[in-house]
């Protein structure tokens, strides 16, 4: 399974982006999709997860301008991030349970990161 994300890039504070991450490969079906993200010297912290029945949870942080979403049929979830802010510059990780073909639990997989830069 790989996990491919897209959308970073430097934006100015008020600012928005779009993130994207495709999921391919031995799948049969997804669970949860989020995303996390990682600052310089911090852990890695969940910014929101989506079900596969479209249920959301959000970070307080994040409440009230980010918006995740998700399309089951292209293994797809979103990240649409509006008003962004110095503070949420980071690497930005998507993350999927997936299971597979054959297979009886759902694993969780990675995507390799994309970085947000929000100017000031």
């Known amino acids: 399974v790989q996990l491919q994300a897209s959308g970073g890039g430097l934006v100015q504070a008020g600012g928005s982006l779009r993130l994207s991450c495709l999921a391919s490969?031995?799948?049969?079906?997804?669970?949860?999709m989020g995303w996390y993200r990682q600052a310089p010297g911090k852990q890695r912290e969940l910014v929101a997860v989506?079900?596969?029945?479209?249920?959301?949870n959000y970070a307080d942080f994040v409440k009230g301008r980010f918006t995740i979403s998700r399309d089951n049929a292209k293994n797809t979830v979103y990240l649409q991030m509006n008003s962004l802010k110095p503070e949420d510059t980071a690497v930005y990780y998507c993350?999927?349970?997936?299971?597979?073909?054959?297979?009886?639990?759902?694993?969780?997989?990675w995507g390799q990161g994309t970085q947000v830069t929000v100017s000031s």
């Open positions: 993350n999927a349970d997936v299971l597979p073909y054959s297979g009886s639990y759902y694993y969780p997989h």
């Open positions: 989506i079900s596969s029945d479209g249920s959301t």
């Open positions: 490969g031995n799948i049969f079906s997804i669970s949860d």
